[in-house]
């Protein structure tokens, strides 16, 4: 068996610089709410993304799709921004990330990200999991692209904050989406702070070592979503904290 949180990022924000002292803070708090994996799906578009790999790369064995960090395994990923409106978790050995992230440098502002399609052109083939975030979004949401297209993904993200935002009803709405167009749903917590995560898990039945074993046991529902009773107190404490650790930077 294998708790495991599949939308998680490594930084305080998009604007802030990678800190190896607050992405261990994030680590030690995954594990202790009973996480024995996560996928660092930073965003693509952050402040120096490859110097946070860099740095993972100096500071933790990586094997097969995984950093081993402090006992809890680290899987490598990406969250990207698509044109027409929409965020994709790709999550994948770290070469290919950096490969795929090297490919969307010119596609990094608003103005200019690539189509949906052509990104999944770019990974398909690829031994990669593909989650469409929080695809119900207000601000983000992926309902309004072509249901064929949508079925090339491999998971739809019940995401924590949706969950907090709109109510634990948003759960149902994601499920009978990725019902129709023929897609497991997944638990993401979206966690830019500690104090969220165990707000939502997937327990998977089995272990799994990359993103390929990963797909397969979502794709065979070898798995539980679990919600926590506890998520809108997670949630709420984990947004608080965050705007003042926002605020406190700018003082400082």
């Known amino acids: 068996m294998m708790n495991i949180d599949l939308h998680t990022h490594g930084k305080l924000s998009k604007k802030t610089h990678f800190s190896m ?19 660092l799906t930073e965003h693509f578009n952050t402040l120096n993304f490859t110097d946070m790999l860099d740095q993972l790369d100096q ?57 949906l399609e052509e990104l999944l052109n770019r990974t398909d083939g690829y031994p990669v999991l593909r989650i469409g975030a929080h695809p119900m979004r207000e601000s983000t949401p992926l309902t309004h692209h072509a249901a064929d297209t ?34 497991p749903a997944i638990a993401g917590s979206d966690s830019h702070q500690p104090l969220q995560f165990g707000s939502v898990l997937n327990r998977l039945d089995n272990n799994c070592d990359t993103a390929e074993q990963l797909r ?3 794709l065979t529902g070898n798995y539980q979503l679990e919600i926590s009773a506890c998520l809108n107190v997670k949630v709420k404490a984990a947004q608080m904290m965050k705007e003042l650790l926002k605020k406190s930077m700018v003082v400082a």
């Not at 002292?21 to 996928?39: D, I, P, Q, T």
């Not at 990586?62 to 929409?86: P, T």
Request: aromatic share 10%.
């Open 21 to 39: 002292e607050y992405f261990l803070s994030m680590a030690r708090e995954a594990k202790e709410n009973g996480l024995h994996a996560v996928a």
């Open 59 to 115: 500071h933790f064995d990586y094997q097969h799709d995984y950093y081993m960090v402090e006992g809890l395994k680290v899987f490598s990923g990406m969250e990207v921004d698509v044109a027409n409106k929409g965020h994709i978790l790709i999550i994948g050995n770290r070469v290919m990330i950096r490969d795929l992230r090297q490919q969307l440098e010119p596609h990094t502002a608003k103005d200019s990200f690539m189509q």
């Open 150 to 183: 949508l079925q090339r993904l491999d998971a739809l993200d019940v995401n924590a904050k949706d969950l907090f935002q709109y109510g634990f009803g948003m759960a149902d709405e994601v499920r009978q989406f990725a019902d129709q167009l023929g897609l």
């Open 216 to 218: 397969s046991e979502l």
